[in-house]
């Protein structure tokens, strides 16, 4: 029996990587979300009708942006990889830029848990560019 350190590495499908950096970021949107729940205010302004997604339109605008994660998680594994690479470093790109902005504006004692999964969701939306960008061509 050896005692070897090394173990096996697999070369993973760079569209199995996009689509598990989308499954993860879709899940730090959702665990913001629901972790905004928590702030002071913001029962009260679901109950009221006074909070940011006020009204159909606004609601319906911000499905489909946040549809547009989930979605890519299978659309990383089906797409062909000319369609599917623009858009991981379209949508890559726009997701970072939107969670730089929330991250900055949203710094305050009760969202720091906010700016935290901001940074998380930069660092996982810039990976999702960095390896649709570095895609191999063969």
Same mark, same amino acid.
């Given at each position: $029996?050896?005692?070897? !350190?090394?173990?096996?590495?697999?070369?993973?499908?760079?569209?199995?990587?996009?689509?598990?950096?989308?499954? @993860?970021? !879709?899940?730090?949107?959702?665990?913001?979300?629901?972790?905004?729940?928590? &702030?002071?205010?913001?029962?009260?302004?679901?109950?009221?009708? &006074?909070?940011?997604?006020? @009204?159909?339109?606004? +609601?319906?605008?911000?499905?489909?942006? +946040?549809?547009?994660?989930? %979605?890519?998680?299978?659309? @990383?594994?089906? +797409?062909?990889?000319? %369609?599917?690479?623009?858009?991981?470093?379209?949508?890559? !790109?726009?997701?970072?830029?939107? $969670?730089?902005?929330?991250?900055? !504006?949203?710094?305050?004692?009760?969202?720091?848990?906010? %700016?935290?999964?901001?940074?998380?969701?930069?660092?996982? &939306? $810039?990976?999702?560019?960095?390896?649709?960008?570095?895609?191999?061509?063969?």
């Amino acid at each position: $029996m050896s005692n070897s !350190t090394k173990f096996e590495d697999v070369q993973i499908n760079v569209k199995i990587i996009l689509a598990g950096l989308w499954a @993860s970021v !879709t899940l730090c949107y959702l665990y913001g979300d629901y972790f905004e729940l928590y &702030t002071p205010g913001k029962a009260r302004g679901l109950v009221e009708g &006074t909070n940011l997604l006020d @009204s159909p339109p606004k +609601l319906l605008l911000a499905s489909a942006v +946040l549809a547009i994660p989930a %979605v890519m998680v299978f659309l @990383s594994l089906i +797409l062909k990889s000319a %369609v599917n690479r623009i858009l991981n470093i379209i949508f890559g !790109t726009f997701f970072t830029l939107i $969670m730089v902005f929330i991250g900055i !504006t949203s710094f305050s004692d009760w969202y720091l848990f906010y %700016v935290f999964l901001a940074i998380v969701e930069c660092i996982i &939306t $810039m990976l999702i560019v960095k390896y649709a960008w570095c895609w191999k061509k063969v």
